[in-house]
């Protein structure tokens, strides 16, 4: 109906966080996703981290999960990874040190139950991890071309980093591991349908991370961008930040925990 009234379907962000929990749980999309997940086999790695360079894209009924989980920490714990996760959001493009906001040294405090991204890492193959990976680079150097323009500087390991896949990812006996990830993420991208217009999931497919996801539920997305700009310019000129950033904190609200039953 929205398409043929010419309207474009409201996103993601602007969806009720609230009952968009509540939906999911009743629905049992979390279980379900669990059962995706489970199709994915046991692996093995170097554990080297360098997959873990930033808070990856998930759909968004791993969005939801992610934020159920996330109401269930204690309260210092949750607002320590909020922060984090804003942090990463507006300045990822001027710090060459960012790294995923669930990592800690080369552990993932979320393994069990990190998204479906995290778990195809290294499982594609070649050809199409380094077509991915060319991609990934191009894109980067677009936006860092982009950013310039308006007065920021990107430092080159920034724009080099990414990072579609690696050759170290072994099942139990230290075989190579191939599946089809067109597959699962469609499976997933069915969940999404029990909570999006089928348009939305098409248009946001995955590509946004926790933290791009909370920015644009609190701030909206034009307003991120403004934002973001605002702050590397401040910081690059070794200007204080932090004003802005407690202003923006606030505006973070997650909803409050969901009774069970």
């Known amino acids: 109906m929205l398409e043929a009234a010419g309207q474009s379907a409201p996103r993601s962000d602007a969806?009720?966080?609230?009952?968009?929990?509540?939906?999911?749980?009743?629905?049992?999309?979390?279980?379900?996703?669990?059962?995706?997940?489970?199709?994915?086999?046991?692996?093995?790695?170097?554990?080297?981290?360098?997959?873990?360079?930033?808070?990856?894209?998930?759909?968004?009924?791993?969005?939801?999960?992610?934020?159920?989980?996330?109401?269930?920490?204690?309260?210092?714990?949750?607002?320590?990874?909020?922060?984090?996760?804003?942090?990463?959001?507006?300045?990822?493009?001027?710090?060459?040190?960012?790294q995923c906001l669930f990592l800690e040294g080369t552990r993932c405090r979320s393994y069990a139950t990190r998204p479906l991204a995290c778990r195809l890492f290294g499982l594609v193959a070649p050809a199409e991890r380094d077509q991915a990976e060319a991609q990934a680079?191009?894109?980067?150097?677009?936006?860092?071309?982009r950013l310039r323009m308006l007065g920021i500087s990107i430092p080159e390991e920034v724009v080099q980093r990414s990072l579609a896949s690696c050759d170290r990812v072994r099942d139990e006996r230290g075989r190579p591991v191939r599946v089809d990830a067109d597959a699962l993420a469609a499976r997933i991208a069915h969940l999404d349908e029990r909570l999006l217009p089928r348009q939305v999931v098409i248009e946001e497919f995955c590509f946004r991370s926790l933290p791009e996801r909370l920015g644009?539920?609190?701030?909206?997305?034009?307003?991120?961008?403004?934002?973001?700009?605002?702050?590397?310019?401040?910081?690059?000129?070794?200007?204080?930040?932090?004003?802005?950033?407690?202003?923006?904190?606030?505006s973070v609200r997650l909803p409050p925990p969901l009774e069970d039953g």
Do not use: N
């Open 15 to 98: 969806v009720d966080l609230t009952r968009a929990l509540e939906k999911a749980r009743r629905a049992g999309l979390f279980a379900r996703l669990d059962e995706i997940y489970a199709r994915l086999p046991a692996t093995t790695c170097d554990g080297c981290a360098r997959c873990c360079l930033e808070s990856p894209g998930i759909f968004f009924v791993e969005y939801l999960a992610l934020i159920d989980r996330l109401l269930a920490l204690p309260e210092a714990e949750r607002r320590r990874l909020l922060r984090t996760a804003l942090h990463e959001l507006l300045f990822s493009w001027i710090d060459p040190d960012r």
């Open 137 to 145: 680079r191009l894109a980067a150097r677009e936006e860092a071309r």
């Open 216 to 250: 644009a539920a609190a701030l909206g997305g034009e307003a991120i961008e403004l934002v973001q700009v605002q702050l590397m310019r401040r910081a690059q000129r070794g200007e204080s930040t932090e004003d802005l950033l407690d202003r923006l904190w606030e």
